[in-house]
């Protein structure tokens, strides 16, 4: 007999919720004094958000910070990405947040432009 646990999703987006919780916890202790961050819990955090399976959606969550916050998030606060995979995933988190951040100067500058017409 298998004393196994399944996996239990609470929400059906759990995930999805823990990955950006992580990414605004990180952003919270990247926001301190560098003498009250807890630097390595921090440094666990980036890999855990990096490397877990809900990290397809660290784009989203990076983004979604900064624009709730003003606060950008390094996942790799112990140095640049060395290997391929974590090169090419800092890529989409910078090419994602740069796409999210003209297309939000985009629709300010429209909406200023509806209200001096």
Not at 59 to 77: E, R
Request: glycine content about 6%; overall charge negative; charged content about 20%.
């Amino acid at each position: 007999m298998s004393t196994k646990k399944r996996a239990t999703s609470y929400t059906g987006r759990d995930g999805y919720i823990m990955g950006q919780a992580l990414v605004y916890a990180i952003a919270h202790i990247q926001s301190l004094p560098d003498e009250k961050q807890e630097f390595s819990n921090m440094c666990d955090m980036c890999i855990i958000a990096r490397e877990a399976a809900f990290s397809v959606f660290m784009p989203s969550h990076v983004a979604t910070v900064f624009a709730h916050t003003g606060a950008k998030v390094d996942l790799w606060p112990e140095g640049e990405p060395t290997d391929e995979g974590s090169i090419a995933q800092r890529e989409s988190i910078n090419t994602f947040l740069e796409e999210w951040q003209a297309l939000n100067a985009q629709y300010e500058a429209e909406q200023i432009q509806k209200e001096a017409a």
